[in-house]
């Protein structure tokens, strides 16, 4: 499967951050399915040897359908999370959008309680200066 556009863009913006970029791709098998999320990442905190640990899913959000891109997203953030809770547990899952779709479609009211529903957590970065704006838990 193809990397998404800003796949470096997200990478290069967590190793400024202090994030030690671990897989690429991650890939974790459970029940007869193999998912490749696009970056593991690890970072130490303090003195321990055992950091914090995240995969990060990116997505782009560039085709006409802002909804039909958010539906693909989340499917796959919901398969992608239940195999991670099955076999890397400590890991937490990211969804990485573009600023620009967050200012707009994840502010909205729907969007806003799928992803309370959901519980997803966000990564929300700025492509062209590789940097990530916020995360949200």
Do not use: C
């Not at 967590?14 to 999320?37: A, C, M, N, R, Y």
């Not at 690890?42 to 914090?52: D, S």
Request: proline fraction near 3%; aromatic fraction near 10%.
């Amino acid at each position: 499967m193809a990397k998404d556009i800003y796949h470096n863009q997200v990478k290069n913006a967590l190793i400024k951050e202090g994030w030690e970029i671990t897989h690429d791709p991650l890939i974790v098998q459970f029940g007869g399915v193999e998912s490749k999320i696009d970056l593991g990442a690890e970072k130490l905190i303090g003195a321990q040897k055992n950091g914090q640990r995240i995969a990060i899913e990116i997505k782009t959000f560039i085709s006409n359908s802002a909804i039909y891109d958010f539906h693909l997203a989340l499917g796959q953030y919901l398969n992608y999370r239940l195999a991670l809770d099955a076999q890397e547990s400590e890991r937490i899952l990211y969804l990485a959008i573009p600023h620009d779709i967050y200012d707009t479609f994840f502010l909205l009211p729907f969007t806003q309680a799928a992803i309370e529903r959901h519980q997803l957590h966000l990564i929300v970065y700025h492509p062209q200066k590789e940097t990530i704006i916020k995360w949200q838990n």
